[in-house]
């Protein structure tokens, strides 16, 4: 297994991490872009993107996959368990005020996208059937978001977002929401490929819906492998490795499909016959819900939001 490693020195201001703001920085002056280009059609953006990203086909998928852990787990938990109660805080976040930054991040992003659009996009093929660009932009989707993700994992102050991800210690389904909003800074590239498609086809809502189910099934609490269809599609035992309670890796970073773990020799696939590895991070650099007292899950999610701004956290990573 790779682990990347972190510098010795944070680079702090009176007891800030400087690069976090500067990210936040990044993320206020898109999304004041964004608002300015959506104008008065924010609101229908808002509600479309709501709808495609945490409406009812994805909120029913996540419900199905929350019974089949309750059947046939990996690990056996408890429905209310701490770290699924947080979590299901972090999927009303997400819904309510993680989607609208998204759209603003987004549509701020697009209008840098816009100036280069000449040479990102490509030419009209009247020849190529229509879902073959579709089929381009979803490898390409899942091309970028995979070297986002490594991005996150290798550059300390991505890390710092990140982290909070990989803070849970009871992964589920619901964990996939579990994710610093800021963090979606990182996978902005993943408006390149649609754009680059955009003269031969418009990728449909309902292909970006299921790529959004996909993504999520891997942080399922269940032992599916996928037999030898988890050579080419990330599992939830492949990417329970990723998440294990051992380091910082950068192994098995894929979303949906695990090609570009292998071709860079990235790819650690899981064993049927051994346990369910132990995830979290070693050190619990970041609040966690599991750490005893009271549960307090706004006290904790505030906690987490924080802490990447914070100066405290430096050789613990």
């Known amino acids: 297994m790779r682990s990347s490693r972190t510098p010795r020195k944070a680079w702090t201001g009176r007891g800030l991490y400087l690069p976090a703001l500067a990210m936040a920085g990044v993320a206020a002056w898109l999304s004041w872009r964004g608002w300015n280009a959506l104008g008065s059609d924010i609101a229908e953006d808002f509600n479309a993107s709501r ?25 056996r938990r408890r429905l209310l368990a701490r770290g699924h109660v947080l979590d299901f805080c972090y999927v009303v976040f997400y819904a309510l005020l993680v989607v609208p930054l ?8 697009a209008g840098l996208l816009a100036r280069l659009s000449p040479w990102l996009v490509i030419p009209q093929l009247p020849g190529v059937p229509r879902w073959c660009f579709i089929a381009l932009a979803v490898l390409g989707i899942d091309a970028v978001d995979w070297l986002s993700h490594l991005a996150n994992h290798r550059i300390n102050a991505m890390w710092r977002f990140h982290a909070v991800h990989h803070s849970q210690e009871e992964l589920s ?8 909003p800021l963090v979606h800074v990182s996978f902005l590239l ?25 993504g999520t099934l891997p942080h399922a609490n269940v032992r599916w492998t996928y037999g030898p269809a988890g050579r080419v599609l990330v599992s939830p035992a492949y990417h329970r490795i990723h998440h294990a309670a051992t380091g910082r890796l950068d192994i098995n970073l894929g979303t949906v499909f695990a090609v570009w773990d292998v071709l860079s020799r990235r790819a650690v696939f899981p064993s049927p016959e051994r346990p369910a590895v132990a995830t979290g991070l070693a050190g619990r650099p970041v609040p966690v819900e599991q750490a005893g007292g009271r549960l307090r899950p706004g006290r904790i999610m505030l906690a987490q939001l924080a802490e990447p701004f914070t100066s405290i956290r430096t050789q613990s990573r």
Do not use: D, K, M
């Not at 709808?51 to 787990?73: D, K, R």
């Not at 998204?102 to 992003?109: C, R, T």
């Open 190 to 214: 993943s408006a390149v490929p649609i754009l680059a498609i955009a003269s031969n086809s418009t990728t449909p809502a309902v292909v970006l819906t299921i790529y959004t189910c996909l």
């Open 51 to 75: 709808f495609q990203l945490a409406g009812p086909v994805v909120l029913g998928f996540v419900v199905v996959v929350c019974v089949i852990e309750q059947i046939s787990p990996a690990e």
């Open 173 to 180: 389904i619901l964990t996939t929401f579990r994710a610093h």
């Open 102 to 109: 998204i759209v603003l991040l987004g549509a701020g992003f």
